[in-house]
């Protein structure tokens, strides 16, 4: 891979964190390696130029969203033989489809005829699920099972090198690897990519009274491409810090930031924080801990102190989960490209509960709530990408111990990008 330069500009400052010009690709993994190294207590927030780096954008793309696991959505989204889910990953469009061995596999959607989208006419009309009994291009009418196997194309007798290589399957749809852990899809573009689920093992006993393979999901807030970076999307998902600012009155009544717990894990992999709900916004007390307020009854088995706080957990690169006792909600970030990304939100309840008599003003007022905080997330985001390019910019802050994801990311960053453990 080539990695383009970014031209010199010239800016001010030349103080700790800070560059007298544009970063190139390599002073740029310097510094994620140096700020990588540090001690939580001298965590600092990287320069704007890692967030508005076109270059480096460029090694994420190959280096991440190319190699590691990323997650695409829920098992129940595709429960059918024939069911689909289509995404675009890192310039890769991709469906996954449930065979009918009941398997999830991830196919190339592009025909290896003439190159057309399999999925063209359904992405053009914004659908991303379906089903189908097999995939037919709209071009040239090539037809493909779900498992991927070419199985028609019309009018090619006389035509020797197609029939030589068809019987070498030369002519089946490239694949991926998939896994699910937990009721969550993952693929992985890397076809030699190390298995996902032993990264987490130090999550399972925290994870297993939510029974997560049992939920199912009934919305999701799909928000439009948002123009900024994915890595300021990502900052600001990781971490409660904001809570006190951005969502002064949506999230931190309830879950204020001082009462979050982020020193949890200094894993490469994720993150997770437990967000304790407040005094004042307690339904009640039981065995000393204040019970968080809840939608739907709550999941049967879980304890006084599970019922106080909602965990978030973040799956690096681009996903968090967090589950609650009554409502699991699943995030995940696209970047669309070096100044763009696309948002999605998925609300889920337990498998229990679906026939629960409110349920639909439930799901109604609990999107319009996620709504609100989207609203406002977004703003935020914004704000900052308008300010990046600006000579104020120009140098990171010190970071909370409440932001300790983005310390931890910075890790992440630097052994996925510069190949360093720190």
Avoid at 85 to 96: D, K, M, N, S, T
Avoid at 155 to 170: D, I, W
Avoid at 242 to 251: D, L
Avoid at 262 to 284: C, I, K, L, N, W
Wanted: charged content about 25%.
């Amino acid at each position: 891979m080539v990695i383009q330069q970014e031209p010199p500009v010239q800016t001010k400052g030349s103080d700790n964190g800070s560059l007298n010009r544009q970063a190139s690709v390599q002073e740029l993994l310097d510094l994620i390696v140096e700020h990588a190294s540090r001690p939580l207590e001298e965590a600092q927030l990287l320069p704007s130029a890692y967030y508005t780096s076109h270059a480096l954008y460029d090694l994420e793309v190959e280096r991440i969203f190319k190699r590691d696991w990323l997650y695409l959505c829920r098992t129940d989204e595709i429960a059918e033989p024939g069911d689909w889910f289509a995404a675009e990953v890192a310039g890769e469009p991709i469906v996954l489809v449930r065979g009918k061995d009941m398997q999830i596999r991830a196919f190339s959607r592009v025909c290896p005829h003439r190159f057309m989208d399999l999925l063209y006419e359904d992405r053009q009309q914004g659908r991303e699920q379906g089903h189908a009994e097999s995939f037919v291009c709209p071009y040239h009418s090539w037809a493909f099972n779900t498992e991927g196997t070419l199985t028609g194309a019309p009018l090619m007798q006389g035509s020797t090198l197609f029939e030589r290589e068809r019987a070498c399957g030369s002519y089946n749809l490239a694949s991926y690897v998939t896994e699910v852990w937990h009721g969550f899809v993952f693929v992985n573009l890397d076809p030699n990519a190390e298995p996902l689920a032993p990264r987490f093992a130090e999550m399972e006993e925290i994870l297993a009274p939510y029974r997560l393979e049992e939920w199912k999901l009934i919305d999701r807030l799909d928000w439009p491409e948002v123009p900024t970076t994915w890595k300021l999307a990502m900052d600001n998902g990781r971490e409660a810090y904001h809570h006190q600012g951005a969502h002064k009155e949506s999230i931190e009544p309830l879950w204020p930031a001082n009462l979050v717990d982020a020193e949890t894990t200094d894993s490469e992999y994720f993150y997770y924080q437990r967000m304790f709900v407040s005094a004042e916004g307690a339904v009640g007390e039981e065995d000393g801990h204040y019970l968080q307020p809840v939608v739907l009854p709550p999941l049967d088995g879980l304890t006084a102190y599970q019922r106080s706080h909602s965990l978030l957990v973040g799956i690096y690169p681009t996903m968090w989960f967090s589950p609650g006792p009554d409502v699991l909600l699943v995030a995940k970030w696209w970047p669309t490209g070096p100044d763009s990304h696309k948002f999605d939100l998925a609300v889920c309840v337990h498998e229990s509960k679906l026939d629960h008599p409110d349920l639909e003003k439930i799901r109604a007022e609990t999107k319009q709530w996620l709504h609100q905080i989207q609203v406002e997330d977004s703003a935020m985001v914004k704000g900052i990408q308008g300010m990046l390019r600006a000579d104020g910019a120009k140098r990171g802050g010190a970071l909370s111990p409440l932001e300790r994801p983005i310390w931890t990311f910075q890790k992440y960053m630097a052994k996925r990008l510069a190949g360093l453990d720190v």
